[in-house]
């Protein structure tokens, strides 16, 4: 079918103009199960030094129990039956308003070099048009660092653009995080018309004590004030990690203790509350840090006497973006549970979740999971409903295949294994039936799939 494309404004960051980088300077992941056998902007303190003997305060735990009204079933034609538990009209009604923006690993290599820069030729915003129908033009390529050795395979586990838009944050299996830097040529918003192919190579390369789970940057990360470049990492047989972006050092070490004192690795980490908790997931669990005091956690979930409709792995955490507070977590296990000061809902799945995405409006909920070409988006006004399931992608793997949404929540994007980038438009209407929605655009972008 001949599909007519639209363009599609995005708004992007304000380019960075002060820390610049020295030039020269999984698509799938491993499943976690297996390892483990199954507005003013308000910022924390995060730059605490890491001490293992800082002292602890005894903070009580901050999130209450609640008790969970009577379930209600609903049954829809898609992945699999979904029981809901009713919620408060808090979260029923979803009133919202705008947010106010109130083992140690082995050292680092290849730190990155901070030079400033003269800001008075980009300091104005900048909008990107995505015209899908256009073949997509190469700018920058990274291959070198990722080739397979005598020892192991290697290859990246997921991207994350930062908060500012300037730097891309890259897990891969050999157990390192790189950082690359967006060319400046094109913090303009526009591809300039000699822009030529470089190599894209890494700006700082951070190697961790094992295999990485989970990163996670600091969300009002902004590289003109080099305090907020940072990010958490997890892995393997390590307590959580809090790095500095550009000069590689290990800020902070949170390490969290199970039900016999011993520290447990986390399988996914996640700022919450504008950056001043952190919330990690384990096996029927979810532990939370004061981001400002590295050491112990504040509190513990225990899913057996805090959540008891959830079970599981918790493979992925995120906040919604217009309710602070109201965290949404997926569990291999098939379940997907909602907290805001206690347990609200919980949906169950037809397979392991692997990624739960918030739309930037805060009333619709994504839940991503394996071994399935569809995935959810679930209407937070009426929880338990299924607005609609995306079809048309490949991933038919336990491994996680990421989506992502585009700002004005227009586009929702998707890798595949079968080397395709898929776009989906979303429908802009609220109230309508359950429906599948299938790819507008696909993009060939590997071909050794």
Not at 211 to 223: A, E
Not at 277 to 293: H, L, P, Q, S, Y
Request: charged share 25%; glycine share 6%.
């Amino acid at each position: 079918m001949e599909i007519e494309c639209e363009e599609t404004a995005v708004e992007s960051r304000s380019p960075i103009t002060t820390p610049r980088l020295n030039e020269n300077h999984e698509t799938v992941e491993n499943d976690a199960e297996s390892e483990t056998c199954e507005a003013s902007q308000v910022q924390p303190d995060l730059f605490v030094p890491t001490e293992d003997t800082c002292s602890q305060t005894n903070a009580g735990t901050r999130l209450e129990s609640s008790v969970i009204p009577n379930k209600t079933d609903f049954l829809v034609s898609s992945q699999s039956q979904v029981t809901c538990d009713t919620l408060p009209e808090q979260i029923a009604s979803l009133e919202i308003s705008e947010q106010t923006r109130d083992n140690e690993a082995t050292n680092i290599t290849e730190p990155r070099n901070v030079v400033s820069e003269d800001t008075s030729s980009v300091d104005s915003a900048c909008v990107y048009k995505y015209n899908w129908s256009t073949a997509p033009r190469v700018l920058c390529v990274a291959t070198k660092e990722y080739q397979p050795t005598n020892l192991h395979e290697n290859f990246t586990k997921g991207c994350q653009w930062s908060p500012d838009g300037t730097c891309l944050l890259v897990p891969s299996e050999d157990f390192k995080i790189r950082i690359y830097e967006l060319p400046i040529e094109l913090y303009s918003g526009q591809v300039p018309s000699d822009f030529i192919q470089t190599n894209f190579t890494s700006a700082l390369t951070i190697k961790e004590g094992g295999l990485v789970y989970d990163t996670c940057w600091y969300p009002f990360m902004d590289s003109r004030e080099p305090a907020t470049c940072c990010f958490l990492s997890t892995s393997r047989e390590s307590p959580i990690h809090l790095w500095d972006a550009f000069t590689g050092e290990l800020r902070a070490t949170y390490r969290a203790y199970n039900q016999v004192d011993e520290v447990e690795a986390s399988i996914s980490v996640q700022f919450v509350d504008s950056g001043r908790e952190i919330w990690c997931g384990f096996k029927n669990a979810v532990r939370t840090f004061d981001t400002d005091r590295p050491g112990r956690q504040t509190s513990d979930i225990q899913f057996k006497h805090n959540f008891p409709n959830m079970i599981g792995l918790v493979s992925c955490i995120r906040e919604n973006p217009f309710m602070p507070g109201l965290v949404a977590f997926g569990t291999y296990s098939k379940c997907i549970g909602l907290y805001k000061d206690g347990p609200l809902c919980t949906f169950q799945t037809g397979s392991g979740v692997t990624q739960v995405e918030f739309s930037p409006c805060g009333m619709k909920l994504f839940s991503v999971v394996r071994k399935n070409s569809e995935f959810l988006c679930w209407d937070l006004r009426n929880p338990g409903n299924v607005l609609y399931s995306l079809e048309g992608r490949q991933s038919d793997t336990n491994q996680r295949i990421q989506i992502a949404i585009t700002p004005d929540s227009k586009q929702i994007i998707s890798g595949g294994v079968d080397g395709n980038i898929v776009v989906w438009e979303l429908p802009e209407i609220t109230d309508y039936n359950e429906e599948d929605l299938y790819p507008k655009y696909k993009i060939r972008l590997s071909k050794d799939c």
